[in-house]
């Protein structure tokens, strides 16, 4: 792709059915050569992504970033008289999205893709709708199932699961900031997460479908790059996600520090995305 193409900045109004309104942050260049819709990770707003756009955009992708509902420019916050799961998400949000894209980046391939979070739930909407895209981009992702993980890790993380799952219930929503973890995070969407964490299966409250059997009969190619030094998202557990797509051929890149040319963890890659740019497009 050509290097440092000119990308106009613009924000795009978002509005799903049920009312749910937000701002679609993106970076179009001139004459894009592809899409992508990037997904966030948990409690990370839209607009902390913007570097690793601009990359992109700078090489002949347009760039959109959604926005999770209850964050960053969402109209709503969760609490007690507001609360989600996996439903919303995967059936009105992200849906609206796709539509945005498509009308401002017609007839290029699409791609989607998630950090953390945001690649389980791109992997979830390719089972709903396999037509959304024609690759997937996962970065620091995997799956949360306590199985898939180290051995140094695993042991104590169905106690988290259920504790906040229990939190989020107890408070009306997860208290995020105050605890360290996410943002101010609706019980239901923690309930769907902690769920996949305790048995391996994707699952939402209000949703009809078998989300994992879905997911294998998707047929994406798939590029996933990893952080070497990343707990929240080691290797395995993005192999362990990547079992579910077993029609989909996968390239894995692992970075590390030297690499990255940043620390090797969950979050430093978003604001020194090159490497991981690189990584994607080669």
Known sequence: MNESIAA???????????????????????NPQASLLWLPALGVA????????????????????HEWRGGGSSNLRAGRDSDWGYRELLCGDIPTSEALVAQHAPDVPRIIGGHSLGGQLACCRLGLSPATAQKLWLVAS??????????????????????LAWLADRNGALPGRRIGFGGQEARGLIRDWSLTGLSGRY??????????????????????????????????????LLSKLRHSPAQVDVLDATTLGAPADHYAWMKQPRVVVEKLLG
């Open 8 to 30: 106009q900045p613009i924000e795009i109004d978002a509005r799903a059915e049920d009312g749910h309104r937000w701002t679609l942050l993106a970076r179009i260049p001139a």
């Open 46 to 65: 839209s607009k902390h992504y913007l570097p690793f756009a601009e990359a992109l955009a700078a090489r002949g992708v347009a760039v959109f970033l």
């Open 142 to 163: 995997g799956a949360p199932y306590w199985r898939a993980f180290p051995l140094r890790t695993k042991w104590f993380l169905p106690f988290v699961y259920r504790f």
């Open 203 to 240: 699952a939402a409250r209000w949703l009809d479908f078998d989300l994992d059997a879905l997911m294998g009969a998707v047929e994406v190619d798939v590029h996933g790059v990893v952080m070497d030094s990343d707990w929240l998202g080691p290797e395995s557990s993005l192999r362990f």
